[in-house]
Protein backbone atom coordinates (compact mmCIF):
# COMPACT_ATOMS: atom_id res chain seq x y z
CA UNK A 1 0.00 0.00 0.00
CA UNK A 2 2.56 2.35 1.32
CA UNK A 3 4.68 2.02 -2.41
CA UNK A 4 1.94 2.37 -4.09
CA UNK A 5 0.94 5.68 -2.85
CA UNK A 6 1.34 8.82 -5.63
CA UNK A 7 4.33 11.19 -4.71
CA UNK A 8 3.67 14.43 -4.64
CA UNK A 9 6.58 17.19 -4.95
CA UNK A 10 5.98 20.48 -3.36
CA UNK A 11 8.21 23.28 -3.97
CA UNK A 12 10.25 24.50 -0.89
CA UNK A 13 9.60 28.21 -2.60
CA UNK A 14 7.05 29.47 -3.79
CA UNK A 15 8.83 32.92 -4.46
CA UNK A 16 11.47 31.62 -6.75
CA UNK A 17 8.66 29.34 -8.36
CA UNK A 18 6.48 32.75 -9.41
CA UNK A 19 10.03 34.57 -10.17
CA UNK A 20 11.44 32.20 -13.08
CA UNK A 21 7.83 32.02 -13.84
CA UNK A 22 7.66 35.46 -14.59
CA UNK A 23 10.87 35.76 -15.79
CA UNK A 24 10.26 33.62 -18.43
CA UNK A 25 7.49 35.85 -19.93
CA UNK A 26 10.00 37.91 -21.53
CA UNK A 27 12.14 35.13 -23.16
CA UNK A 28 12.18 33.01 -26.05
CA UNK A 29 15.05 30.44 -25.06
CA UNK A 30 16.52 29.48 -22.15
CA UNK A 31 20.11 28.01 -21.61
CA UNK A 32 20.16 26.02 -18.26
CA UNK A 33 23.81 26.51 -16.38
CA UNK A 34 23.52 24.02 -13.52
CA UNK A 35 26.12 21.75 -12.06
CA UNK A 36 27.13 19.44 -14.12
CA UNK A 37 25.75 16.13 -12.71
CA UNK A 38 23.10 14.30 -12.22
CA UNK A 39 21.35 16.60 -9.38
CA UNK A 40 22.21 19.63 -12.10
CA UNK A 41 19.87 17.61 -14.22
CA UNK A 42 17.18 17.24 -12.24
CA UNK A 43 17.02 20.65 -11.45
CA UNK A 44 16.70 21.67 -14.69
CA UNK A 45 13.64 19.76 -15.15
CA UNK A 46 12.18 21.57 -12.39
CA UNK A 47 12.88 24.71 -13.68
CA UNK A 48 11.69 23.82 -16.80
CA UNK A 49 8.49 22.91 -15.27
CA UNK A 50 7.89 26.42 -14.16
CA UNK A 51 9.57 28.26 -17.12
CA UNK A 52 8.43 26.53 -20.17
CA UNK A 53 4.37 27.04 -20.15
CA UNK A 54 5.67 30.87 -20.31
CA UNK A 55 8.20 31.07 -22.60
CA UNK A 56 7.17 33.17 -25.72
CA UNK A 57 5.96 31.14 -28.65
CA UNK A 58 9.11 30.59 -31.47
CA UNK A 59 7.27 30.46 -34.55
CA UNK A 60 10.30 29.10 -36.56
CA UNK A 61 10.60 25.77 -35.30
CA UNK A 62 13.95 26.39 -33.23
CA UNK A 63 15.01 24.98 -30.25
CA UNK A 64 13.89 26.69 -27.21
CA UNK A 65 15.95 24.92 -24.42
CA UNK A 66 19.49 24.02 -24.40
CA UNK A 67 21.53 22.97 -21.49
CA UNK A 68 25.21 23.97 -20.94
CA UNK A 69 27.75 21.72 -19.37
CA UNK A 70 31.13 23.15 -17.92
CA UNK A 71 33.36 21.60 -15.33
CA UNK A 72 34.98 24.82 -14.15
CA UNK A 73 33.55 28.89 -13.93
CA UNK A 74 36.31 29.61 -16.23
CA UNK A 75 36.61 31.82 -19.68
CA UNK A 76 37.74 28.72 -21.75
CA UNK A 77 35.03 26.84 -19.77
CA UNK A 78 32.30 28.91 -20.32
CA UNK A 79 33.03 29.51 -24.32
CA UNK A 80 33.12 25.83 -24.91
CA UNK A 81 29.85 25.29 -23.01
CA UNK A 82 28.22 28.03 -25.22
CA UNK A 83 29.82 26.20 -28.14
CA UNK A 84 28.53 23.02 -27.57
CA UNK A 85 25.44 23.65 -26.01
CA UNK A 86 23.13 19.78 -25.83
CA UNK A 87 19.69 18.90 -24.22
CA UNK A 88 18.69 18.64 -20.85
CA UNK A 89 18.99 14.95 -20.24
CA UNK A 90 15.99 13.26 -18.79
CA UNK A 91 16.84 9.99 -18.30
CA UNK A 92 20.11 11.54 -15.45
CA UNK A 93 17.13 13.40 -14.27
CA UNK A 94 14.51 10.48 -13.69
CA UNK A 95 17.14 8.22 -12.12
CA UNK A 96 17.56 11.16 -9.34
CA UNK A 97 13.96 11.47 -8.95
CA UNK A 98 14.09 7.47 -8.41
CA UNK A 99 16.63 7.52 -5.94
CA UNK A 100 15.02 10.43 -3.95
CA UNK A 101 11.62 8.84 -3.87
CA UNK A 102 13.14 4.93 -2.91
CA UNK A 103 14.76 7.10 0.02
CA UNK A 104 11.85 8.70 1.51
CA UNK A 105 9.74 5.19 0.99
CA UNK A 106 12.21 3.25 2.90
CA UNK A 107 12.87 5.43 5.46
CA UNK A 108 9.02 5.11 6.32
CA UNK A 109 9.45 1.25 5.96
CA UNK A 110 12.16 1.62 8.57
CA UNK A 111 9.96 3.70 10.98
CA UNK A 112 6.90 1.27 10.82
CA UNK A 113 9.89 -1.58 11.42
CA UNK A 114 11.09 0.18 14.40
CA UNK A 115 7.96 0.69 15.82
CA UNK A 116 7.03 4.07 14.85
CA UNK A 117 4.24 2.65 13.00
CA UNK A 118 1.35 4.51 11.73
CA UNK A 119 2.18 7.27 14.27
CA UNK A 120 3.90 9.10 12.10
CA UNK A 121 2.56 11.32 10.10
CA UNK A 122 4.64 10.65 6.75
CA UNK A 123 2.94 7.33 7.32
CA UNK A 124 -0.39 8.22 8.10
CA UNK A 125 -0.03 10.66 4.70
CA UNK A 126 1.25 7.82 2.39
CA UNK A 127 -1.79 5.28 3.78
CA UNK A 128 -4.58 7.83 3.08
CA UNK A 129 -3.11 8.78 -0.31
CA UNK A 130 -2.91 5.02 -1.43
CA UNK A 131 -6.27 4.35 0.04
CA UNK A 132 -7.95 6.66 -1.99
Known sequence: MLFDAPTIRKPTKESTCRHLQNESKKATHIILWLDCDRE???????????????????????????????????????DNAMRTLTDPNKNESDSVEARQVSTVLLDEVREVRDGAGLCQPGIRRAVALAGD
Do not use: D, H
Not at 65 to 77: D, G, I, K, P
Open 40 to 78: GENICFEVLQNVLPNLTKNNRGQKLVYRARFSAVTQEAI
